[in-house]
């Protein structure tokens, strides 16, 4: 049996148009919370359960995005990325982790 691939899903609301496909073609969907830290959570013990490794992850959703709605549920490449769970907000607005003296790890992740 060859493994199948795996789709993350950061909210039940976003997964509700793709799981019941997903599922008719065996393809499990895996709901794992809003960011970057809940879903490195939840992805890493879904992977550490042992079970079969999925030949491909891909991680389908809005990205946060609340404009026109015209452009739901079409492909879309985004031309810049604003990590908006990754840093504060104040009363001067939102600052993200680069802006605060926090780099954002561009790097592979070290191997030990």
Do not use: C
Request: hydrophobic fraction near 45%; charged fraction near 20%; avoid cysteine.
């Amino acid at each position: 049996m060859s493994a199948k691939p795996l789709i993350l899903m950061a909210t039940e609301l976003e997964s509700r148009l793709v799981s019941p496909v997903a599922e008719a073609v065996g393809i499990p969907v895996l709901v794992t919370g809003i960011g970057m830290i809940n879903t490195a959570m939840v992805l890493s013990r879904h992977l550490s359960r042992g079970e079969e490794k999925p030949s491909t992850i891909i991680h389908l959703g809005i990205g946060g995005y609340r404009g026109d709605a015209d452009l739901m549920g079409r492909a879309v490449i985004a031309q810049s990325e604003w990590f908006a769970d990754s840093g504060v907000i104040d009363l001067g607005g939102q600052h993200g982790f680069q802006e605060i003296g926090i780099p954002m790890r561009n790097a592979e992740p070290a191997i030990y």
